[in-house]
């Protein structure tokens, strides 16, 4: 029973939509979360710390990256440290005490910067309000398109009257958004 319904669910566009963004999502994470967990050599661990310091003699490059001679130095600081026992937060918390938080590649996840690594989330969230809105609107159309037939005309209904009282309605609120004066002709004729 609850398979048949999430199969029906599923029907649906958005909701496949939705349900293929989940998936996709949790691939990704649980890749990472694989990938993370494996043991590393030091050689790969100072390269991973590494990359996320910024050289101080280079723009814009990582230390691991850097040909500088600082660099060098840097990377060999890390080995040092790593190999002594210290954890990979703790070389960087060395080189933030030491150059101040700029010489991290990521921001640090306090204050105005927060901002960035939220970001993302808030696109998530965006992103599937924009999918929910899309499938409703959809899905309402494709109900209008069941209720009323292709052939039928919409105002086959009205009368010459009808349409001449609706063309005048028609008129005088498009003539006030444009900041126009309201005719007295509007108001009397279609009393």
């Known amino acids: 029973m609850i398979w048949q319904s999430a199969l029906r669910a599923l029907r649906r566009p958005a909701n496949l939509i939705a349900a293929v963004v989940f998936v996709a999502v949790g691939v990704f994470w649980a890749a990472s979360a694989i990938q993370s967990a494996r043991a590393q050599t030091l050689d790969q661990r100072v ?13 814009g ?27 990979e937060q703790e070389v960087l918390d060395y080189f933030e005490q030491r150059y101040g938080s700029g010489i991290l590649e990521s ?14 989330v808030l696109m998530f969230l965006a992103g599937i309000v924009v999918l929910g809105s899309v499938g409703r609107e ?18 086959a209904d009205l009368s010459d009257r ?13 003539d006030a958004d444009e900041g126009l004066p309201v005719h007295r002709v509007y108001e009397t004729e279609g009393r």
């Open 162 to 174: 009808e349409r001449e009282r609706y063309r005048r309605l028609l008129q005088r609120e498009l």
């Open 61 to 87: 490059e990582s230390v691991a990256d850097s040909p500088s001679a600082i660099a060098l130095s840097m990377r060999g600081v890390i080995r040092q440290k790593l190999a002594e026992g210290a954890s």
């Open 138 to 155: 959809w899905r309402v159309a494709r109900v209008a398109a069941d209720l009323r037939p292709d052939d039928v005309s919409l105002d």
């Open 107 to 120: 921001p640090p996840k306090q204050g105005f910067t927060s901002l960035i690594w939220l970001a993302p």
């Open 47 to 59: 390269h991973d710390v590494a990359t996320q310091i910024q050289c101080p003699a280079c723009n």
